[in-house]
């Protein structure tokens, strides 16, 4: 199979700033000349092939060109290329509201339309077509293409500015490089291997140690700092480290409300949803009110478990106690007593999961299951964007010949500045049919800041970064496994409610004896964990679950809130105030972290909701099929045609119920966090 060459050759990666914008114009121009051929045609030869075929490959086009142009500002370590790449992403997000605004290219998809159903030839076209055609309508009635020319036009100018508000939020967020400095006694209680990676230095009379706010270096603060001002300290700067987007969340709240009232919605969590499996605002906020009111009893029973464990732990340590229960207390506490109950210790599991094992492991999982295999691209044939980046040619397991070729997989997977500081999948470039009739290849990229090694050891990941890894290979394979006819329905192009579901459901490999063992492998004697670890491990999944899940939905309802409001607040208040009521965690100071709250302008604005709604969805389809075994390829390949080949080409409840040979329902989602399903629906 080494010898095999894919039939489609990957991108370079070597543009200069100047390329990137030239590059993006031309694209750009080019997909205008063919809106203006279609907006130019009679309305008698309107039809699919002369408008709906041809506006869609023309954007297919701009997205192969554009997308890994538009990449770079994520990951790339010249401010130079990053900056050019936000130039050229403000260019095309421009354009696209410009082409989407235009009422002659949407008269002649309306014509063309109304002569698909008076021919008759609408009943020739297959589902997806039809599907393709009904979402360009959509889209154009969406837009605001139906108002006056005065309020298109500034409905034109809220929307460019909302897109720029968007696009500097996110460049702040990215080149983040703050960091916070401890003395090694107020670090006492972090691993030694993680304070052995701060950067060290002499301050006055004193050696202090630099922690960043990347996730490997402050998170363990959280969890393990002995001293109570050592975690407020942190948890108060990583908060704070944003503050520059607080005035820009405002003001992309204030153009949403505007944009959504010129379009005709009483809200913007009304216009998002629209198009989502929950449908509307007030569905959201249902789903979120009656979960809450099923995990609040148990959140308070935790917090005052956790509660009299810092009350005693105080009393040990000589600490004054007040009574409250802080949110840097959350995690550390949390710790405390799973290592208390269980007698299971983080930094202990950590030990069994090095990078270097883990990583191929769990590609090996995946393969194996979904029948596909990764070929490494190395040396001289390596074209990447930085020299940690990995480079994979996925192929079926069977390959004898370049039909079998599935598309490329790129894993980033090490923090370094300027970089994209989460865990996300990009899809780069899309899987579609060409008009040869031959195949474009999908290219899916996965961004991570895993703990690099440290002088002590290697690169070690904490259980919780074994399962978001897990996760986000998820996207990765809906990315490359899907196969559609054309790129708008590829891959994760489904609802943003449901996206997120086929890989929370993948998640439950992590919690899998079988799985657990394969993938773990101690640093020092390379023995997997051992079976009664394992069963300590999956023992603390849902310990303390009500506590976590009420703090997502206090995202969940943040997120809803400022998206249905009619007026501006005062934001951080309302951040801070809702912390408070619901996760039942005192926030201390008040800090702006709705700065710190990427999601909102990137995609998952009045949406976060659905990664609470979208587990009912996780839950169901892993107890009905994979549970009873969940490493049988057979099962692999029923969810590869089931869920991942279709995209976004169907809805997606008939691609669940096709799965589960039924409807879908809350069940096992219910049982999973509550142990009973009596009186229970959501």
């Not at 063919?34 to 701009?62: G, Q």
């Not at 008076?118 to 959509?138: A, F």
């Not at 009232?261 to 009304?270: R, V």
């Not at 710790?335 to 202990?348: A, C, F, G, M, P």
Request: charge should be negative; include cysteine.
């Amino acid at each position: 199979m080494a010898s095999l060459t894919p039939p489609q050759a990957p991108p370079e990666w070597n543009h200069t700033p100047e390329e990137v914008l030239s590059t993006t114009k031309q694209a750009l121009a080019q997909n205008k000349a063919v809106s203006n051929e279609v907006a130019a045609l009679p309305e008698a030869e309107c039809n699919f092939d002369t408008v709906r075929l041809p506006l869609a490959n023309a954007e297919t086009e701009v997205l192969i060109i554009c997308g890994p142009l538009g990449f770079y500002r994520n990951v790339s370590t010249s401010k130079e290329l990053r900056d050019a790449s936000n130039q050229a992403e403000v260019l095309q997000r421009d354009f696209d509201v410009e082409e989407s605004m235009r009422l002659d290219v949407f008269k002649a998809k309306a014509a063309a339309e109304k002569n698909l159903h008076e021919s008759g030839e609408w009943k020739k076209l297959s589902d997806e077509q039809r599907r393709l055609v009904e979402k360009m309508m959509l889209d154009g009635k969406r837009a605001g293409l139906a108002l006056p020319e005065k309020v298109r036009e500034v409905l034109m100018k809220s929307k460019k500015e909302l897109s720029q508000v968007c696009l500097d939020f996110n460049k702040n967020f990215n080149e983040e490089d703050g960091l916070i400095s401890f003395t090694l006694e107020e670090l006492d209680g972090v691993p030694s291997d993680v304070v052995s990676g701060y950067n060290k230095r002499t301050e006055g009379s004193k050696e202090v140690y630099d922690v960043t706010f990347k996730t490997p270096d402050i998170f363990p603060i959280f969890k393990f700092a002995h001293n109570p001002n050592t975690r407020r300290s942190a948890q108060e700067g990583y908060e704070d480290r944003l503050k520059q987007n607080v005035p820009l969340l405002e003001k992309a709240l204030d153009l949403r409300r505007r944009i959504a009232a010129m379009l005709g919605y009483d809200t913007w969590a009304d216009y998002i949803t629209e198009v989502k499996m929950v449908k509307s605002g007030k569905n959201a906020q249902d789903f979120l009110d009656n979960l809450e009111a099923k995990l609040r009893p148990v959140g308070e029973k935790e917090r005052k478990i956790l509660l009299q464990l810092k009350k005693e732990d105080h009393e040990k340590r000589g600490l004054p106690f007040d009574g409250e229960f802080y949110i840097w207390d959350y995690r550390y506490y949390d710790r405390v007593y799973i290592e208390k109950t269980l007698n299971l210790d983080e930094s202990l599991v950590k030990e069994y999961f090095p990078v270097s094992v883990v990583v191929p492991t769990i590609l090996k999982l995946y393969q194996d299951l979904l029948g596909v295999k990764f070929i490494e691209i190395k040396d001289n044939n390596k074209d990447v964007w930085h020299p940690d980046v990995q480079q994979f040619a996925v192929w079926e397991k069977d390959a004898k010949d370049e039909s079998a070729f599935v598309g490329y997989c790129y894993l980033d997977l090490f923090p370094r500045a300027a970089k994209y500081s989460h865990a996300a999948v990009w899809g780069l470039l899309p899987g579609y049919e060409l008009p040869s009739g031959k195949r474009h290849y999908p290219l899916r990229a996965m961004v991570a800041s895993l703990a690099k090694s440290t002088p002590e050891r290697p690169a070690l990941m904490r259980h919780d970064d074994v399962t978001t890894f897990f996760h986000e290979m998820g996207h990765v394979f809906h990315g490359l496994l899907s196969r559609t006819k054309y790129a708008r329905f590829h891959g994760t192009s489904v609802a943003r409610d449901f996206v997120e579901a086929p890989s929370q459901m993948l998640e439950n490999w992590c919690w899998e004896p079988k799985v657990l063992e394969k993938m773990s492998s101690h640093y020092k004697t390379q023995e997997p964990l051992s079976p009664e670890l394992i069963d300590k491990l999956i023992s603390s999944r849902y310990v303390n679950v009500g506590l976590y899940y009420l703090r997502q939905l206090f995202y969940a309802k943040f997120d809803l809130k400022v998206h249905v409001d009619k007026e501006a607040a005062d934001y951080t208040k309302l951040w801070n105030d809702l912390r408070e009521s619901i996760s039942l965690v005192n926030g201390g100071k008040a800090q702006p972290g709705q700065g710190t709250f990427g999601h909102i302008v990137r995609g998952y604005d009045a949406g976060y909701y659905g990664y609470t709604y979208s587990l009912v969805f996780a839950a169901d389809m892993y107890a009905t099929v994979f549970k009873k075994d969940p490493l049988n390829p057979a099962l692999g390949k029923l969810y590869r045609d089931k869920i991942l080949l279709v995209g976004g080409s169907r809805d997606e409840t008939d691609s669940l119920e096709d799965f589960l040979g039924r409807s879908p329902n809350s069940n096992a989602f219910l049982e999973e966090i509550f142990g009973t399903v009596a009186n229970a629906s959501l």
